[in-house]
């Protein structure tokens, strides 16, 4: 139990991230906010159009996988994708959310 | 197998013997003079005379190869049209040829929105809602392409070749794949042994428009992309994956292979410890919009969320995020004692919730258990005790060893071998060759269909298992004839050549055992192509609704009857009547006379079905009872007495009894044999004899001479004279029965006048 204020710690000293990387982090707790009002909502009202309801939290999901994926292959730390440019991974991360985001207006009916 | 390099090594080695020449000032060593000789010659006949390089010599030949091997999947399968007609066989392809026909004229909303009202008369079905539409937006497109290109082709052409088609492109995705796997060298076996393997032609011949025939592609697609996805960790590459995942998921209902194998396959890579980033962008991308994309299907619904076959996936991807936050919290922190406990902590508490979610949803019934159909893969006794409809399709049979060997033939054992090659090298993607093999080999063994899904591991296995023989006993004669040419210039071909020359000094019989072997295996390749090539043109070519015999002087006879019978129903019966038969000829009935039908192949629902089996093993009153409460106005029967033909309906005659009897517990199976046995002769049951399918099928038979030498009324299918020949009918009377009498088609008379 006494490791969690360690991990504090720990974690306080990695924050200061080069600036692109900081802003991923305050992106994810925006998208994780969003998604937790829904789930709220569906609990109190009920999840009639199922459709809509599983559009909305999917697209929620859907964005925070994407960006969490971006941030893996434009962070320098990772060893596995330093041949890929990061313009690249931004243009790959931009058709995703593209397919995604047709895919959700599709489906919300 | 690829021999191109040899010519380039001689090359090389004949340029530094030139060199080697003109620079030195002794006279030209003995051997040289014929190998010189001999370089000529073999200037003349290699590709070096067209100016090329050894990279692009090797491009033009894998280009070559590839072209040959499409051609090759697309012309094997083309024995029924040229032997017959191009038509659609079989039953199913009826439906989506007929589906298909709607889509082309009406369009794709009317077709998506299409409630179909003339098949399970009264209740009618949802067509838009039940079906999987991949195939038959396919064929349209194709369709609506060659039209506005200006060509005139009739839907049904386009129909009947779009499998074989689809197969050739199959064979392309398989060199691809099997690039990625091992080598090109595997990729092109691959390709080879995929366009002509059985297992794979018999649901793909032109004129077997199923479903299969696309899926297959879309199957081995996506997961060629999901390998390429986790061994790049490209978003695009997991993008393209997903979109596979959504076309594998339109064409067939066995899109639950791959959203099973896939999390199935990253839980094994989770376990033997090679999770890594590359993994995580590929699965989390993949399953995300794949889900999101496969649940515009409205066939496929919600059921990636709420169906416990789809509850794997999920799973793995909510384990996959406690992997990354593991990771993420392991590069924190530097302390190993502290992490290790942080990890007990965090998976028993992950563990924990997820099964507790996992019995929450079971239990409250949110999660809906494993459907029949697949719960009989798993547990392979449970459809004969509980669902005698799936227990009855002869193609979910267990598979026989023959059944095996007349599909896979020398790949049987290739497939060993080829995994001991993954094995010896196990990355990323041969992990999953192996596991996509290994599960696929198992449901073969459950299920006769099930050796389609199988195939493309198999053939892929057995690639890397020839691939790999044929270039290690390559290189070893190679090596051998490097040496002999390249004895006279030592300087140049450096030590690695004087040391290898010395090992193969020391076993002389090296190389003739290396031709020896690799004489072995092209004899077996070869004897593997004649027998698809046999299989394809005996066992697997044959139209169902078309059949052929020998005459008695050995010359063709054909039986079209079925197609007759549909176009005297189309002709000389009113517009709404309808038609009772047995569920097998539903669609034909409607495709092709476009006549409403009791029940069909799609089997949705049970208890429809049970009326129409009860219809048949009743006596004739009680029958005539149940036709008029569904306003039944013809019978059709389906008879192979005069000729011979075993899957008429009196051989299936005991699986209407069974499954009227599942749902009508007034039918009992024990009434109609006698000491078990089923019998149609003189000692038969005497519920058996006058049920109404037997007298449906004999009516007039008993006045027949069908052989020479045997009574009248001899049924040649079952060996016996049958034992009722006076068959007199009160309801019904005979409308039709074709030249052979293989169709039989009877009409429901009104009720009598009270006078």
């Known amino acids: ?109 | 197998m690829p021999p191109q390099t040899m010519s380039a090594k001689t090359d090389a080695t004949i340029g530094v013997n030139g060199t080697a020449k003109s620079t030195s000032n002794q006279a030209p060593p003995p051997m040289a003079l014929p190998a010189n000789l001999k370089s000529d010659l073999l200037n003349k006949l290699s590709l070096k005379s067209f100016k090329l390089k050894t990279k692009q010599q090797e491009l033009l030949l894998r280009v070559s190869i590839l072209f040959l091997v499409y051609v090759l999947a697309f012309i094997t399968r083309l024995f029924s049209v040229l032997r017959y007609e191009s038509m659609i066989h079989e039953f199913d392809p009826y439906f989506n040829y007929r589906t298909t026909l709607f889509l082309t004229e009406k369009g794709f909303y009317e077709f998506w929105n299409w409630f179909d009202y003339e098949s399970w008369y009264p209740l009618g079905r949802i067509v838009g809602g039940t079906l999987y539409p991949g195939l038959m937006v396919t064929a349209a497109l194709i369709y609506w392409g060659l039209r506005f290109l200006r060509f005139a082709v009739h839907i049904r052409e386009v129909c009947v070749l779009t499998a074989p088609f689809f197969a050739s492109n199959t064979t392309l995705v398989a060199y691809f794949f099997g690039k990625e796997i091992w080598d090109s060298s595997a990729g092109l076996v691959a390709a080879a042994l995929i366009a002509i393997c059985p297992g794979y032609i018999s649901r793909s011949v032109a004129g077997s428009y199923d479903n299969e025939g696309v899926a297959i592609f879309a199957l081995l697609l996506t997961f060629y992309l999901f390998v390429k996805a986790v061994n790049t960790g490209s978003l695009t590459w997991s993008l393209a994956s997903a979109f596979g995942y959504f076309y594998m998921v339109s064409a067939w209902g066995g899109y639950v292979f791959i959203i099973n194998l896939i999390p199935l396959y990253v839980l094994v890579l989770l376990i033997t410890g090679r999770y890594s980033v590359r993994l995580y962008i590929a699965y989390n991308c993949m399953y995300v919009l794949g889900m999101l994309l496969a649940m515009q299907i409205r066939f496929v619904g919600f059921q990636h969320v709420q169906s416990g076959e789809h509850m794997a996936a999920m799973g793995v991807f909510f384990l996959m995020q406690v992997f990354y936050f593991l990771d993420w919290v392991k590069y924190l922190l530097s302390d190993k004692r502290l992490f290790e406990t942080f990890l007990r902590i965090t998976v028993t508490t992950t563990v924990g919730l997820a099964a507790v979610a996992l019995g929450v949803g079971t239990a409250s019934g949110y999660i809906s258990p494993w459907t029949g159909r697949f719960y009989s893969l798993l547990d392979p006794t449970y459809a004969k005790d509980h669902i005698p409809i799936i227990a009855s399709v002869s193609e979910h049979q267990p598979t026989a060893w023959s059944s095996f060997m007349f599909d896979f033939h020398i790949l049987l054992f290739l497939f060993p071998a080829g995994l001991y090659f993954c094995f010896k090298r196990l990355t990323d993607a041969t992990i999953f060759i192996v596991m996509y093999g290994l599960t696929s080999m198992y449901f073969a063994g459950v299920m006769v269909r099930l050796i389609l899904v199988a195939t493309p591991a198999v053939c892929l296995i057995s690639a890397i298992a020839v691939s790999a023989t044929v270039k290690n006993l390559a290189q070893l004669l190679r090596t051998k004839s490097k040496v002999t040419q390249g004895g006279s210039s030592k300087a140049a071909s450096g030590s690695k050549a004087s040391s290898k020359a010395l090992l193969d000094q020391s076993q002389p019989f090296q190389r003739n055992g290396a031709i020896a072997l690799l004489l072995g295996v092209f004899y077996l390749l070869s004897k593997y192509a004649t027998h698809c090539t046999w299989v394809t043109s005996e066992a697997y070519s044959s139209p169902s609704i078309v059949l052929a015999a020998r005459g008695a002087h050995g010359n063709k006879v054909i039986f079209d009857d079925y197609r007759e019978a549909y176009f005297w129903l189309q002709q000389n019966t009113p517009t709404d009547a309808k038609v009772m038969s047995w569920w097998d000829y539903g669609y034909q009935i409607t495709a092709m006379a476009n006549r409403t039908v009791i029940v069909d192949n799609n089997t949705w629902n049970n208890t429809h079905i049970a009326t129409v089996g009860r219809a048949m093993s009743s006596y004739e009153d009680e029958a005539y009872e149940i036709m008029r409460e569904l306003d039944v106005g013809y019978v059709l029967v389906v008879f192979g007495g005069v000729t011979g033909y075993s899957s008429d309906d009196i051989n299936k005659f005991l699986w209407m009894v069974r499954i009227g009897g599942g749902v009508f517990p007034v039918i009992k199976e024990p009434d109609y044999l006698v000491n078990g046995e089923y019998r149609v002769d003189k000692g038969a049951a005497p519920k058996m004899l006058n049920c109404l399918m037997y007298k449906l099928c004999y009516y007039r038979f008993g006045e027949l001479m069908t052989e020479y030498g045997k009574p009248p009324g001899f049924d040649r299918a079952r060996g016996v004279e049958i034992g009722n020949k006076d068959i007199k009918l009160e309801h019904l009377e005979e409308a039709f029965t074709t030249s052979n009498w293989i169709v039989r088609i009877y009409k429901v008379k009104p009720p009598n006048n009270r006078w």
């Open chain 1, 1 to 109: 139990i006494s490791f969690i204020p360690y991990l504090f710690k720990r974690f306080q000293n990695f924050l200061p991230f080069p600036g692109r990387i900081e802003r991923f982090t305050f992106y994810l707790l925006d998208y994780n906010l969003c998604f937790d009002k829904q789930v709220v909502y569906m609990a109190v009202v009920g999840s009639f159009p199922f459709n809509s309801f599983l559009s909305g939290v999917l697209s929620c999901i859907g964005t925070a996988v994407l960006a969490v994926c971006l941030r893996i292959q434009v962070n320098k730390d990772n060893k596995e994708f330093k041949d890929v440019a990061p313009e690249r991974a931004f243009a790959d991360f931009i058709l995703c959310n593209l397919v995604l985001h047709l895919v959700i207006m599709n489906f919300l009916g």
